[in-house]
């Protein structure tokens, strides 16, 4: 028999990084495991959906019977199992298709899978020797600015995930859905040769997950042709890449807009909430009326029901008719940190850009829609 013994709060927290791509319904029953191995290197913890894969080292001291052990078990059921245990000591213990989990007085068995079967994520032998190095702060801050404008099913299967681009000392973070555009930038350590590649939405969101707040911890990030590997904290973190073209997103960013204003954030995001409480799934548009001094907002849905908004602006330029999907404007103003949001417009028949004073490195563009 295989034994494994560790702490509940270090197996929890491993497993709790890890979970995020187990999928609930799977094609293949093994995927809904995670795989443990305790060789003389120490003990891993490995998830993967044959796509993305996350492979967790832990900090921890474990104890184990043999110096070679490997099992895949129920992500979801053992972490269950040690939320609800009490603090204290795990022990795992596998034989012949069963694993028993002992924490304190309590007693699970579940059933097991061979570690031979779990499809591991075969590495790429092309990664280049220069990864790029990142603190996770800004890492995720930028992702927090753009990961919203990802498309979600689109047949243009490159748009379902973000283009990252490393070019000199400067790093852009692009998505888009086709109807709208952010790009945020940060400045690199080391001047790098311009590379690009287009990550799954999946893998930015969990990466997105994942990442830490504290201003000393770095990412690691290496390249191949097709495969990411992104290495933080005990983790590493391997993902496919998106083959494709990604749209020219330096010509879709709107430059030389004569009619600019400044708004408050939350004033405008309250406005915009109010007013969408009259649009539903086949109504989104909002009408947007700027006149010297006044911003106007307008929905009318299918029963010719009319909810409007006036905002007291400091704005002098042209008087501009323009609508627009109102939910781009909900989610970007929900992950635009800033007190102050600035528009720039050309006509009602262009493209708008949203920009914030403090945060000079970030575009959000949205087209117009006919209303």
Partial sequence: MNRLTSSRDELLKLLGQGAGIVERRQTLPILANVLIQHNANGTL?????????????????????????????????LLDILRAASPGNVTLEWSDGK?????????????????EDFPLVRAATDFSDHALRLPQKLLKRLLGLTHFAMAQHDIRYY???????????????VATDGHRMTLASAPLEKAVERREIILPRKTVLELSRLLSDEDDAMIDIALASNQARLTMD????????????????????????????????????AALQRVAILTNDKFKGVRVNLEPGLLRLTSINAEQEEA???????????????????AYLIDALANMPSDQIRLELLDGNSSAL????????????????RI
Avoid: C
């Fill in 45 to 77: 913890f490995i998830t993967s959906d044959m796509e993305v894969q996350i492979r967790l080292q832990t900090g921890e001291a474990v104890q184990t019977s043999a110096e070679d052990a490997a099992i895949t078990v129920n992500m979801r059921k």
């Fill in 99 to 115: 694993m028993t989990v002992r924490a304190a007085k309590s007693r699970f068995s579940l059933q097991t899978l061979p570690a």
């Fill in 159 to 173: 748009l379902n995930g973000m283009l990252w681009v490393a070019d000199g000392q400067q790093m852009h973070l």
């Fill in 234 to 269: 005990g983790l590493e973190f391997t993902s496919k890449l998106i083959e494709g073209k990604f749209p020219d997103y330096q010509r879709v960013v709107p430059k030389g807009h004569r009619n600019m204003l400044q708004v408050e954030r939350t004033t405008l995001q």
């Fill in 308 to 326: 409007q908004e006036e905002i007291d602006v400091d704005y002098g330029g042209d008087v501009i008719e323009i609508g627009f999907n109102i």
């Fill in 354 to 369: 949203f920009t914030m004073p403090d945060e000079p490195n970030f575009k959000y563009v949205v087209m117009p829609m």
